[in-house]
């Protein structure tokens, strides 16, 4: 069959694949654009295989609230220009809105369920993704939260997506103090809400080293006891969230911000990207320049 440029158009719009791809797809296909899809897809995933040992720690966290349903997401490509990319963005969009809708319980489950219900499945609309923008992209993790009508969602992304914060402010529909809590935790990186979630062995770990720095200081054995609590309730105002001093009020701890609200906060989820990744090492200049000799 012969193939036109009207055909080479309409693959092309509908894939933002290259024309010469789209040309070589109907082609293969002897003008099927079924089968055409179909051949650059599967292109798509050999792109994608090529790039599978390569390190994605960029990338961006996201935040998408339907009703009463949230979702936070960390989506890592190779590079931070992508994250600027529209094509990224819309990824970032779409999953969100799938991850609301489907509510899957893994990042293993949301890859194999079908892009909000329907059409392909999740893991080849990302290496669709992947085939076009030429890097690669991976869903790294995700948190889903649920609320009521009488709570309200604390959503903050920050840098352009580069830390993401969600908690729920509950007993109360303030959604500007909610998000205030939120852009807090971004800031301050608490590790837990209050003392109670500690661990007692962490709590005891801290104990014995606060007590031998005070021996070391020379303290008399009569006072230490006093001194290494009195530095202990110290250490929980520095990474517990209600006991911190609020961020943008620093006379009042988040506690009693919390609850002029009206609200109770019992837990919170932040996303800083890459963080615990490897990060790439590379010469900018030189990477820059391996792209212009391709």
Known sequence: ?????????????????????????????????????????????????????????????????????????????????????????????????????QKPATVEEALEQNLHGEGNKLNDYITDIVAKIGEKISLRRFVIKEKTDNDAFGAYTHMGGRIGVLTVLEGSTDEAAAK??????????????????????????????????????????NIVEKMVEGRLNKFFQEICLLEQDFVKDPDQKVKKYVAAAGGEINGFVRFEVGEGMQKREENFADEVMSQVKK
């Open 180 to 221: 205030d809590v939120a852009m807090h935790v971004a800031a301050v990186n608490p590790r837990y809400v209050s003392r109670d979630e500690i661990p007692e062995e962490e709590v005891n770990a801290e104990r014995e080293t606060l007590k031998t720095q005070a021996l070391n200081e020379g303290k008399p054995e």
């Open 1 to 101: 069959m012969a193939i036109n440029a009207k055909m080479v158009k309409e693959l092309r719009e509908k894939t933002g694949a290259g024309m010469m791809d789209c040309k070589k797809a109907l082609t293969e296909t002897d003008g099927d654009m079924d089968k055409a899809l179909e051949w650059l897809r599967e292109k798509g995933i050999s792109k994608a295989q090529k790039k599978a040992d390569r390190i994605a720690a960029e990338g961006a966290a996201h935040i998408t609230v339907e009703g009463n349903t949230a979702a936070l997401l960390e989506v890592n490509c190779e590079t931070d220009f992508v994250t600027k990319n529209d094509q990224f963005q819309t990824l970032l969009k779409e999953l969100g809105k799938h991850l609301v809708e």
